[in-house]
């Protein structure tokens, strides 16, 4: 039994060894500031760590755990943004920084990197030779010098279609041309042909296929050709639902590949327009016994989330004002206020919220607001005059709370009772004094 046990530890060991591997990057002009790094895991991608430049631009951070598929490397502002496909090993790189993006972009370890670093630069080229070069080459004759060149660049184009052999990259450009391939759709039959070959994806592919970042546009994908030629709202709500349903049995919503399939179509169809179907799939996800994934989570309380219902709770990375969490606050009432520096609106609405602040605070109420920052000193600069309880963790739309909450645009206020019951939410204090 001992022998037995302490076996299991050193595989369990080496797994973990070997599931972890590194991203190392040198970010000319951009020095001490951070990096964000996501990948994806369902319908959407995820942060999973911040790390900041050393003073020569390099970082490096680990990836925790067995993936393949797309890292997304994004500058503090979400302006710029590198996609690197890997498959489980290390990878490193080096770019330049500039008018908040990167450029210039070299990698020198990672061998599906490097492809698809190649890949990408063909495809760029491609578009132009589809889309540009024609228009061009119709303003001059077959004899002219010009006319030469660009047939010559025509066929230097594609000689350097990399058509990789490496595993992970092959199927990555092949999910991708099955996305790009909507574009091109414009009968019942295609449409069928292609529901077909996105079906068979969704139900028999491995994790490559979250891990490509296309799962969500190959479900919407499906959805539209299932309505394609359909007259009537009825009737595409009547197909829609028909399709949803035949979806997740096929994928099955205790899996974690069904519930990433029921938030992409969280994601593809507006409350506004479909909310009676939506209501379907969120009692669905209610009733379920097993472990959800977290992106389903999050919908599911954002939805959840009507007056009355008990708010999420926000845990505090460290202590502001000596409290550790929103729920940990205690007044008769608090307003949650999600908002950010950089934001006009929110900028806006400040005079008017530190205007109510000074007679709520006397009624026994408190203000707990969650900024959506990522420059620490803008948000410093920001809160000096705000008296009530500030966080920030300087994650934009990363931050705690915003998938939970439901938090779309900023500025969103959330007025609770003392037992952090939801009683309204707005988008300007005004709304909440009604």
Known sequence: MKKAYFLGILYLASFILQAQFKISGEIQNYSEKSVYIRIFTGATNTLINKVKTDKNGKFTVTIPQNY??????????????????????????????????FFETSFTEGETAIAFQKYESYESYNELKTNVFPLIKALYRAEDEFYKALIKEEKRIMASNPASELPLLKY????????KASNSVNTKSMADIY????????????????????LAALVLDYLRYSIFGAQSQEEINTILEQEIDFLLKETDLETSRGQNVLSAVFMALPKEQFGVLLEKYYAQVNALTCVITEELSNSLAAHNLAPGALTPNIIFAEPVKGYKSLHEVKADKKIVVFWASWCPACRNEMPYIKEYYENFKKEGGEIIAISLDYNEADFKEAIKDLDWINYTELLQWDTQGVNSFGVTSTPMLYLLDKDNKLIKKADHISKLMD
């Open 172 to 179: 990555y450009i092949q999910v991708g041309e099955l996305s």
């Open 68 to 101: 393949k598929g797309i890292v997304q490397v994004t500058d503090q502002s979400k302006h710029a943004s590198l996609d690197i496909l890997t498959d489980n090993k290390d990878v490193k790189f080096k770019t330049q920084y500039k008018n908040n993006s």
């Open 195 to 214: 529901k077909n070959k996105i079906y068979n994806r969704l139900v028999n592919d491995n994790d490559n296929l979250e891990g490509s970042g296309y």
